[in-house]
């Protein structure tokens, strides 16, 4: 049986959102709690056992695999995210995964059934699919590996140390990190943590839980005086972007608004740069082009004079909002980027633990990289991802999916 230590955030696990993406998603309250989440987190690296964040490793595992028993009818089921869809794909057997899905998801999930049914699941998981039977023998620096790929990162393990035999004897891989509790599926809440328990040798149970046995990620008192620096600056910004993010926050679901434009244009910064953030200023400015420009694409796609009109309301209300509000909207962009390098920080302190190698397949072999990323998980302020956005996200933007 398996043991589950977390915290319940909310309603359904389906998507995770960047910690510096809070403040356009809920004004100047994002903008505390991602602070909050920052401090929270620095002061566990600092030694301080009093932290109230709950830390898991972000594996970069896929795709989501969903099990347990349906409180509905007491049946076994697997499935991937669209368990939780208006209408749910849940698979019994594998006659229902044949139904429902196709190709390498089909003969992923097949083999999730028939060994995750063994294991006698209490409730209702959530993780990250490592790997069925596409392992491989790779070779770096001279040291025979087994790897696997499930998504963007090289996971590799010496082929001969106890924990390569055991990844090796296993039929798969997977990491649990999140339980749901009810009594209707359509009405369950979800749990943030991890999962311990016995998973035989033929289920590899790969481990969420961020522990530094070593200390080798605490912070020194000259790194807290640096990190503790950069969360003033991030206060002080967001402290004179607060009344503009919360403006922007009241329409960021809506396409045509500033609040989701200006979030879809980071990711097509980070997308497209190969190096770090510009400059404020010249952030600021390229933005007003990109939305410009993606407004205008909008309109030149209409055919008619009808269908073009919401969209040039929408430019020249937009482009007002941003030449009057360029003084805030100078520093909501800086509050942007001085909160990911204080999550960037955080991360490269907490990377150094690691038990199992993380690599990016290239042209010329395989690279290191860091791990995915963490989850950090507060009782109040919900659940949020820490991830270094120029490293993994450009690599998972652009990158082939094998298993999609």
């Keep these: 049986m398996f043991n589950f230590k977390g915290f319940q955030t909310q309603d359904k696990n389906t998507h995770l959102e960047h910690l510096e993406d809070d403040i356009i998603n809920r004004g100047s309250k994002g903008g505390d709690n991602a602070v909050n989440f920052l401090k929270s987190v620095r002061n566990m690296l600092a030694g301080n056992s009093g932290s109230k964040t709950n830390i898991t490793v972000k594996w970069d595992g896929a795709p989501a695999i969903i099990c347990g028993v349906n409180p509905e009818n007491g049946k076994f089921f697997v499935g991937t995210k669209s368990v939780f869809n208006k209408t749910p794909k849940i698979n019994y057997t594998t006659a229902d995964i044949r139904r429902n899905h196709g190709g390498e998801v089909a003969r992923k999930l097949t083999v999730c059934l028939a060994q995750l049914s063994r294991l006698n699941i209490k409730g209702i998981l959530q993780g990250d699919l490592l790997y069925t039977d596409d392992l491989k023998s790779i070779n770096i620096d001279g040291e025979k590996m087994v790897s696997f ?5 090289t996971y590799a393990v010496p082929i001969k140390s106890d924990l390569g035999r055991r990844i090796l004897k296993a039929k798969m891989g997977i990491v649990f990190h999140t339980q749901y509790t009810g009594k209707k599926m359509d009405s369950l809440s979800a749990s ?9 040798r033929n289920v590899f149970l790969a481990s969420a839980s961020y522990q530094d046995t070593s200390g080798a990620s605490t912070f020194t008192a000259s790194e807290l005086k640096t ?17 503009v993010l919360d403006l922007m926050s009241t329409t960021s679901n809506d396409p045509l ?21 510009e400059k404020v200023n010249t952030m600021q400015r390229q933005f007003r082009d990109y939305y410009e420009n993606i407004l205008q694409s909008e309109i030149d796609s209409r055919k008619t004079e009808k269908g073009k009109a919401p969209y040039i309301k929408a430019k020249a209300e937009g482009l007002r909002f941003i030449d009057r509000n360029k003084t805030a909207l100078y520093f909501a962009i800086a509050s942007h980027i001085t909160l990911g390098n204080c999550k960037n920080t955080l991360l490269q302190k907490m990377n150094q ?10 042209g010329r072999g395989y ?11 507060d009782k109040v302020a919900g659940a949020i991802k820490l991830v270094d956005r120029l490293e993994f996200s450009r690599q998972n933007f652009t990158m082939p999916k094998g298993w999609n």
């Design 227 to 243: 990190f503790d620096a950069q969360i003033r600056m991030a206060e002080g910004s967001l402290r004179k972007a607060g009344p």
């Design 353 to 362: 633990i690691q038990s199992i190698g993380n690599f990016i397949r290239t």
């Design 367 to 377: 690279r290191v990289t860091a791990p995915e990323g963490y989850v950090a998980v």
């Design 149 to 153: 790929t499930p998504n963007t990162i």
């Design 192 to 200: 943030f943590g991890t999962v311990k328990g016995s998973s035989g």
């Design 257 to 277: 608004s500033i609040g989701y434009r200006l979030k879809s244009y980071f990711n097509y910064y980070i997308k497209n740069s190969n190096s770090g953030m």
